[in-house]
């Protein structure tokens, strides 16, 4: 199964809505996660079983989506945000997508 | 608090072997299973393996089967990733992972993320 993101690059301002794509190539159900990478740390998750919020996660970050489609987004953008996105498939089995890059505009 | 620390990490010369250690703590080690994803530079994500809390199940990504084992003893809460015949594109930054909740890892995702260390293959 692959996972395809998209955009791969998106460029945003402070208080934008933002919103992130994940495609999977056949059904995962619901079993999606959204990982937050900043440069030099490790990746953070932010969003479990497609639309539950880990605990901590400011909720300007929600998820949603079934089967082979899946989005998460951000409310209002912040400027602890601008970082790239991951989405991660794992139903006994594990692959990420290719990442997206939130940039300032 | 929960931790992961990785280390071992290393320049290696092509064809030669590393072993990267998992150190945790906070945590009930014994009783979760554990992932290796590793990120070459520049790139993005990729899932390395994954070793069931009592050792009893691993499973490999297809660029590393057969050259990588993944290992762990829960007596020393750490965890272990043996890398053989290594090649350029091994050079990545190796971070250990625990799954969302104990037991098996299927159907987890990743909740605790160590700092990671780099392994770069060169001669």
């Known amino acids: 199964i692959q996972m395809t993101q998209s955009p791969s690059t998106l460029s945003a301002s402070v208080g934008d809505r933002v919103t992130i794509t994940c495609r999977a190539s056949?059904?995962?159900?619901?079993?999606l996660a959204w990982y937050q990478q900043k440069p030099g740390k490790a990746p953070k998750l932010l969003i479990y079983?497609?639309?539950s919020l880990e605990s901590g996660v400011p909720s300007r970050f929600s998820g949603s989506g079934f089967g082979t489609e899946f989005t998460l987004t951000i409310s209002s953008l912040q400027p602890d945000d601008f970082a790239t996105y991951y989405c991660?498939?794992?139903?006994?089995?594990?692959?990420f997508g290719q990442g997206t890059k939130v940039a300032i505009k | 608090q929960v931790q992961l620390v990785e280390s071992g990490g290393g320049v290696v010369q092509p064809g030669r072997s590393l072993r990267l250690s998992c150190a945790a703590s906070?945590?009930?080690?014994?009783?979760?299973?554990m992932h290796w994803v590793r990120q070459a530079p520049g790139k993005g994500l990729e899932w390395v393996a994954v070793?069931?809390?009592?050792?009893?199940?691993?499973y490999y990504g297809d660029s590393v089967k057969g050259r990588f084992t993944i290992s762990r003893d829960n007596s020393k809460n750490t965890l272990y990733l043996q890398m053989n015949s290594l090649r350029a594109e091994d050079t990545a930054i190796y971070y250990c992972?625990?799954?969302?909740?104990?037991?098996?890892?299927?159907?987890?995702?990743?909740?605790?993320w160590g700092q990671g260390t780099t392994v770069t293959v060169s001669s």
């Open positions: 070793i069931w809390y009592d050792g009893s199940n691993e």
């Open positions: 056949q059904s995962i159900s619901g079993w």
């Open positions: 991660q498939r794992y139903n006994s089995y594990w692959t």
């Open positions: 906070g945590f009930i080690f014994s009783t979760y299973g």
């Open positions: 992972a625990r799954p969302s909740d104990s037991g098996d890892p299927f159907y987890y995702s990743m909740d605790v």
């Open positions: 079983k497609a639309s």
